[in-house]
């Protein structure tokens, strides 16, 4: 079935470091890549997305582009400030018969020191 | 309203006993989600609801979990005679577009069992 894979955390940068989460998926089709971010005590937020391969997704400075030859879609920030630290989800729609359920990675923990 | 609400937001309950969860998802949003987030098994789709179709129960863990939808609106998810390893944070999930639109996730109901 369809996977998620992404780095364990979890990270620690200072600030204005520059920030790679990697993330890797295995899937039939073509499906959409999700970056979900959850702050401290908040619920899951939509970070960015692409739908098809060589989509870059952008938000907040944060950006991470569809690779299909690589089968991946690594998250990048040229430049943390402490109020990233959050825990990063990567994800992937799973187009059933129906809609689009979401399948995770295990999660990563970013910390930005001051 | 606002965006996803979830009730209650903490749980905590003694093994062998049924709970009820609720999720109130966004107005007009004809897709829900549900969701769970433990530390051994991550984030895991458990069911999904799209208007009046049949729902996809495809990631339902057991026959002890059950769902319903009412009015295509409010959500229960029901544990019946829960178990430690249910513990986790139940999170529910709303979109529109049939469920292909942006999903929009509630706070979580953090589950403990005793």
């Known amino acids: 079935g369809n996977s998620v894979t992404q780095m364990e955390g979890p990270v620690t940068l200072s600030e204005e470091a520059f920030l790679t989460i990697n993330c890797t998926y295995t899937a039939t089709g073509y499906p959409s890549l999700f970056w979900y971010v959850q702050y401290p005590g908040e619920g899951l937020q939509l970070l960015l997305k692409a739908t098809k391969a060589d989509d870059k997704g952008s938000n907040k400075g944060f950006e991470a582009t569809y690779r299909k030859e690589t089968t991946s879609f690594h998250l990048e920030k040229g430049s943390v400030q402490v109020s990233d630290s959050a825990v990063y989800f990567c994800?992937?729609?799973?187009?059933?018969?129906?809609?689009?359920?979401?399948?995770f990675g295990a999660g990563t923990i970013l910390r930005v020191k001051s | 309203g606002a965006g996803v609400s979830q009730s209650p937001s903490n749980k905590v309950t003694e093994k062998g006993k049924d709970v009820e969860l609720r999720c109130d998802p966004i107005s007009g949003h004809t897709a829900l989600y549900w969701y769970r987030q433990s530390l051994g098994q991550g984030l895991e789709f458990l069911i999904y609801?799209?208007?009046?179709?049949?729902?996809?129960k495809s990631g339902l863990p057991s026959d002890r979990f059950s769902a319903e939808r009412t009015g295509g609106s409010v959500s229960t998810l029901t544990i019946q005679r829960t178990q430690q390893e249910d513990s986790a944070v139940y999170l529910c999930?709303?979109?529109?577009?049939?469920?292909?639109?942006?999903?929009?996730f509630g706070p979580g109901t953090r589950l403990t069992v005793t």
């Open positions: 609801f799209q208007g009046n179709s049949a729902p996809d």
């Open positions: 999930a709303s979109s529109s577009l049939a469920g292909r639109g942006e999903q929009y």
């Open positions: 994800a992937l729609s799973d187009l059933g018969a129906y809609g689009n359920k979401l399948v």
